[in-house]
């Protein structure tokens, strides 16, 4: 291509010096040039390297944007050294290895250039150089849009990177640039990158987007500070830290996120304010490490996009959220391990489908009048040495407004919780906690419930309109003072041990009225205190219940084989492996549960369990609210039943046909281990209908595996409805007169056998119903004698549904 030719005016001080001249060649024109002179470059391709040393204007022609092509075949297409202009031209380099431009020195000003390359970089900055550089755009595929290093400095406006193969823009070496209202986009490395120490960059009204790779990445001592930027649509982390970086936020929009919006560690510290995180896959923030440090106010992050907490810190980490909102996440904040802290104050936490506050491993968190409504788990002190202050917050909407569990230890002050749909305060599994001052209103279960050897300190508390009462504590140690209660739920009289009023939960005019129960009273009696029945008295217990006579052949079965067994063991012969997990299946009310308890009973007293309890637990006993929770569920669980029977009913509901991403297979699996690390430790029994249970087996053979065999449980024949009425009203001390069993008889076998029907369940139904309708009969009498008093006549049989 041939060149064009240059036209150079000079423009010296001295009016008789100022001259035009024409040039064929850019590096002849720049030799004659000197400072202040113009030159204005023709249109065409030029191959020539250029090196402008004198602070010289040079131009294309105006009108012709793109028409001057400075293109050499290697090396640095334009390197400038003094403080020029140079405006208008295009620019493009060939050299893997060299800038297309190279800034070395001086304060030139470049503008309207567009540098369409193949180069090491498009734009490099170095040294003393500090130029002012804007409206320019940058398209290298092959290496770093724009590089600024070895201490350099300089103004980038308005300019573009349409396209890098690595950083957008580099700096690195001691520089520190300022971009004002560019965006570097479609790069195949980091958008911006700081790195070393003394590195520095200030953005403002800047936008980083479709980076495949990191957002912006701070490193090795590297400092930023960015304002009125937007970071989005990265292939991975929005935003990263990294050993001893330091990164400022003000105004900013971190959104599109696939990864952690913004992830720091090794010590960096960030500063965010008046920012907003948004629609990110995994974290928020992602803080780790001792010395790292989040310090954020009035930002709001919301709408995660994946199954991971907003706010993440762990290793020793530091965060501090004060006037912030957080909303619409599976879990808000979670902090982990000995070190780890958070202070959080005047924020809200919303619309969290799992845990808001989540601390574990020896964490410790602190908040300060937030307000935490809409979630499944107001907070959650996880286990020993987990810790910190809840002081003036309030809780709403929530299932549970705060649980302690496994040791952690809190301090709950001046909080209230409305609305709870199970507990306001759960403490279980050897929690402690300190409340002063707390508050639950309007709860469907209880206020605070302490289960499980517990230590809890309750002072100046209170709970109002709690629908199973205020306190429920079950066992000894709760030192509660100056509590009150709407539902009369503590008292604590002088010199007496602290009560609880309960009342049971069987229904029908049968069950009890409330009664007393001491604190230090369990809520059941102690197996190990009660003297262990033989096999053959729980057989014959067995064999008093109604119909199940395929079942009791099956026990019977299952209880000679291991006793043989035990008595060959003895006699030093080999003994078969009986495996002891059982299949229940069948409708509800047939008898499941007992068989399950009288099972445990007679394995015990065989010396295969320790003691023979029975823990019955269903999905919602072992599935949590998030990842990692179900385990802990479960593993709880299985712990209680150490020793004895774990029933698992409706077990096929932990593997739901359209389970999707459901936390039951996480129940599964965590059961499975179980099952194959303490096979001595517990039975496992799982029941439910026959045909849902078949498909729950098929699906999970590892499940399928761990059991010995299926008992089927059959629905109860009329006769056999009819003899569970009559026992009843025999333990009762009533009578059947003569024609209500062959009423009975009629109206169970007119009973309509579907879904709702009971088995058992109904037979005792009808009893009571029964006992209900005799009652409102024989009150009306004057005078009444015992035949009146014990006698059921048909007329006291419910209406058929």
């Given at each position: 291509m041939a060149q064009?030719?240059v036209?150079v005016t000079?423009?010296?001080t001295s009016?008789w010096?100022?001259?035009?001249?024409e040039?064929?060649s850019?590096a002849a024109a720049?030799?004659?040039?000197?400072?202040?002179?113009?030159?204005?470059?023709?249109?065409g391709t030029y191959?020539?390297?250029l090196?402008?040393?004198?602070?010289?204007?040079?131009r294309?022609p105006?009108?012709?944007v793109?028409?001057?092509?400075?293109?050499p075949?290697?090396?640095?297409?334009l390197?400038v050294?003094?403080?020029?202009?140079?405006q208008?031209?295009h620019?493009?380099?060939?050299?893997s290895?060299?800038?297309a431009?190279?800034v070395e020195?001086?304060t030139?000003?470049?503008?309207?250039?567009?540098?369409?390359?193949?180069?090491?970089?498009g734009?490099?900055?170095r040294?003393?150089?500090?130029?002012?550089?804007?409206r320019?755009?940058?398209?290298?595929?092959?290496?770093i849009?724009?590089?600024?290093l070895?201490?350099a400095g300089?103004?980038f406006e308005?300019c573009e990177?349409?396209?890098a193969?690595?950083?957008?823009?580099?700096?690195?070496?001691?520089a520190h640039?300022?971009?004002?209202r560019c965006r570097?986009?479609?790069t195949?490395g980091a958008?911006?990158?700081v790195?070393?120490e003394?590195?520095?960059?200030?953005?403002i009204?800047?936008?980083?987007?479709e980076?495949n790779?990191?957002?912006v990445?701070?490193?090795a001592?590297?400092?930023?500070?960015l304002?009125?930027?937007t970071v989005h649509?990265?292939s991975?982390?929005?935003i990263?830290l990294?050993?001893?970086?330091?990164?400022?936020?003000?105004?900013?929009?971190?959104?599109?996120?696939?990864?952690n919006a913004?992830d720091?560690?090794?010590?960096?510290?960030l500063t965010?304010?008046?920012?907003t995180?948004?629609?990110f896959g995994?974290n928020?923030l992602s803080?780790w490490?001792?010395?790292?440090r989040v310090?954020a106010n009035?930002?709001?992050i919301?709408?995660?996009?994946g199954?991971?907490?907003?706010v993440?810190?762990?290793d020793g980490?530091?965060?501090v959220?004060?006037s912030c909102?957080?909303?619409d996440?599976p879990d808000?904040?979670?902090v982990?391990d000995?070190?780890s802290?958070?202070?959080v104050?005047?924020?809200d936490?919303s619309?969290?489908?799992?845990?808001?506050?989540?601390v574990?491993d020896?964490?410790t968190?602190?908040l300060?009048?937030?307000?935490?409504?809409?979630?499944?788990?107001?907070?959650?002190?996880?286990?020993?040495?987990?810790?910190?202050?809840?002081?003036?917050?309030?809780?709403?909407?929530?299932?549970?407004?705060v649980i302690?569990?496994?040791g952690?230890?809190?301090?709950i002050?001046?909080?209230?919780v409305?609305?709870?749909?199970e507990a306001?305060?759960?403490?279980?599994a050897?929690?402690?906690?300190t409340?002063?001052g707390c508050?639950?209103?309007g709860?469907?279960?209880?206020?605070?419930?302490v289960?499980?050897?517990c230590?809890?300190?309750?002072?100046?508390?209170?709970?109002?309109r709690?629908?199973?009462?205020?306190y429920?504590f079950?066992?000894?140690g709760?030192l509660?003072e100056?509590?009150?209660s709407?539902?009369s739920g503590v008292r604590?009289?002088?010199q007496?041990?602290?009560?609880v009023?309960t009342?049971?939960?069987t229904?029908?005019?049968?069950?009890?009225?409330p009664?007393?129960?001491?604190?230090?009273?369990?809520t059941?009696?102690?197996p190990?205190?009660?003297?262990?029945?033989?096999s053959?008295a729980v057989?014959g217990?067995?064999d008093?219940l109604?119909?199940l006579?395929?079942?009791?052949?099956?026990?019977?079965?299952?209880?000679?084989?291991?006793e043989?067994?035990?008595?060959r063991?003895?006699?030093?012969?080999?003994?078969a492996?009986v495996?002891?997990h059982?299949?229940?299946?069948?409708?509800?009310?047939?008898?499941?549960t007992?068989?399950?308890?009288?099972?445990?009973?007679?394995?015990?007293s065989?010396?295969v369990?320790?003691r023979?309890?029975?823990?019955?637990v269903?999905?919602?006993d072992?599935?949590g609210?998030?990842?990692?929770s179900?385990?802990i569920?479960?593993?709880?669980?299985?712990?209680?039943?150490?020793g004895?029977?774990l029933?698992i009913?409706?077990?096929?509901a932990?593997?739901p046909?359209?389970?999707?991403?459901?936390?039951?297979?996480?129940?599964?699996d965590?059961?499975?281990?179980?099952?194959?690390d303490?096979?001595?430790?517990?039975?496992?029994?799982v029941?439910?209908?026959?045909?849902?249970?078949?498909?729950?087996l098929?699906?999970?053979?590892?499940?399928a595996s761990?059991?010995?065999?299926?008992i089927?449980?059959?629905?109860?024949?009329p006769?056999?409805?009819?003899?569970?009425v009559?026992?009843?009203?025999?333990?009762?001390?009533?009578?059947?007169a003569d024609?209500?069993?062959?009423?009975?008889?009629k109206y169970?076998?007119?009973l309509?056998?579907?879904?709702?029907?009971?088995n058992?369940?109904t037979?005792?139904q009808?009893?009571?119903?029964?006992v209900?309708?005799h009652?409102g009969?024989?009150?009306?009498?004057?005078?009444?004698?015992k035949?009146?008093?014990?006698l059921?006549?048909?007329?006291d049989?419910p209406?058929?549904p």
């Amino acid at each position: 291509m041939a060149q064009g030719t240059v036209q150079v005016t000079h423009t010296g001080t001295s009016r008789w010096r100022r001259r035009t001249g024409e040039y064929a060649s850019l590096a002849a024109a720049l030799e004659a040039a000197g400072d202040g002179d113009i030159l204005t470059v023709a249109p065409g391709t030029y191959r020539e390297n250029l090196v402008v040393q004198r602070a010289v204007t040079l131009r294309g022609p105006e009108g012709t944007v793109g028409s001057v092509r400075i293109a050499p075949v290697d090396g640095v297409a334009l390197t400038v050294r003094a403080s020029a202009v140079v405006q208008d031209l295009h620019i493009e380099g060939q050299d893997s290895a060299a800038p297309a431009l190279l800034v070395e020195d001086g304060t030139p000003e470049l503008s309207d250039l567009r540098i369409v390359t193949r180069s090491a970089v498009g734009i490099e900055v170095r040294g003393a150089a500090r130029p002012t550089v804007r409206r320019c755009t940058i398209d290298n595929p092959a290496g770093i849009g724009i590089g600024v290093l070895e201490g350099a400095g300089g103004v980038f406006e308005e300019c573009e990177v349409v396209a890098a193969g690595q950083s957008g823009v580099s700096v690195r070496g001691g520089a520190h640039p300022r971009l004002e209202r560019c965006r570097i986009h479609h790069t195949s490395g980091a958008g911006l990158t700081v790195t070393g120490e003394g590195s520095g960059l200030e953005a403002i009204g800047c936008e980083v987007y479709e980076v495949n790779g990191t957002g912006v990445q701070i490193t090795a001592r590297g400092a930023a500070h960015l304002t009125d930027c937007t970071v989005h649509r990265t292939s991975a982390d929005g935003i990263t830290l990294d050993t001893d970086a330091v990164l400022t936020l003000c105004d900013c929009d971190i959104h599109d996120i696939p990864e952690n919006a913004i992830d720091l560690r090794s010590r960096s510290v960030l500063t965010l304010t008046r920012s907003t995180v948004r629609r990110f896959g995994r974290n928020g923030l992602s803080v780790w490490d001792p010395g790292t440090r989040v310090d954020a106010n009035q930002c709001e992050i919301h709408d995660s996009t994946g199954d991971y907490p907003a706010v993440w810190i762990s290793d020793g980490a530091t965060a501090v959220l004060d006037s912030c909102r957080v909303h619409d996440v599976p879990d808000a904040l979670f902090v982990l391990d000995r070190g780890s802290r958070a202070d959080v104050v005047d924020s809200d936490l919303s619309q969290v489908r799992n845990t808001a506050v989540s601390v574990s491993d020896g964490a410790t968190a602190q908040l300060d009048d937030c307000r935490i409504r809409e979630v499944s788990t107001g907070a959650w002190f996880r286990d020993h040495g987990s810790g910190g202050t809840l002081s003036g917050c309030t809780i709403d909407g929530a299932q549970t407004g705060v649980i302690v569990t496994k040791g952690a230890d809190p301090r709950i002050e001046r909080c209230t919780v409305t609305a709870p749909a199970e507990a306001g305060f759960y403490v279980s599994a050897e929690g402690r906690g300190t409340f002063d001052g707390c508050r639950v209103t309007g709860s469907s279960g209880y206020g605070f419930h302490v289960i499980d050897g517990c230590r809890s300190i309750l002072t100046r508390c209170r709970t109002e309109r709690c629908a199973r009462g205020g306190y429920e504590f079950a066992e000894d140690g709760q030192l509660v003072e100056d509590c009150t209660s709407d539902e009369s739920g503590v008292r604590a009289p002088a010199q007496e041990a602290s009560v609880v009023l309960t009342a049971a939960q069987t229904p029908g005019v049968l069950s009890a009225i409330p009664v007393q129960r001491p604190v230090e009273g369990v809520t059941g009696p102690d197996p190990a205190a009660e003297p262990a029945r033989s096999s053959k008295a729980v057989l014959g217990e067995l064999d008093t219940l109604v119909g199940l006579e395929s079942v009791k052949r099956e026990v019977r079965a299952l209880t000679d084989m291991i006793e043989v067994g035990r008595r060959r063991q003895e006699a030093g012969l080999k003994a078969a492996s009986v495996r002891r997990h059982l299949v229940f299946t069948g409708s509800p009310g047939t008898g499941k549960t007992t068989v399950a308890r009288l099972y445990g009973e007679i394995l015990a007293s065989l010396g295969v369990l320790e003691r023979g309890h029975l823990v019955e637990v269903s999905r919602v006993d072992l599935v949590g609210e998030h990842i990692g929770s179900t385990a802990i569920r479960t593993q709880e669980a299985f712990d209680r039943a150490r020793g004895g029977v774990l029933f698992i009913d409706e077990a096929y509901a932990l593997s739901p046909e359209d389970s999707g991403r459901d936390f039951g297979r996480e129940a599964i699996d965590t059961l499975v281990k179980l099952m194959e690390d303490h096979r001595e430790a517990v039975v496992v029994i799982v029941a439910g209908y026959t045909a849902e249970m078949a498909r729950f087996l098929t699906t999970n053979p590892g499940v399928a595996s761990r059991f010995s065999r299926t008992i089927t449980f059959s629905d109860y024949v009329p006769d056999e409805l009819l003899r569970i009425v009559e026992q009843q009203a025999e333990d009762h001390e009533y009578r059947i007169a003569d024609g209500t069993a062959e009423a009975l008889l009629k109206y169970f076998t007119a009973l309509p056998k579907g879904p709702a029907f009971g088995n058992g369940r109904t037979a005792r139904q009808t009893f009571e119903s029964m006992v209900e309708r005799h009652a409102g009969r024989v009150a009306q009498l004057a005078e009444m004698d015992k035949d009146d008093l014990t006698l059921l006549y048909p007329d006291d049989l419910p209406e058929l549904p």
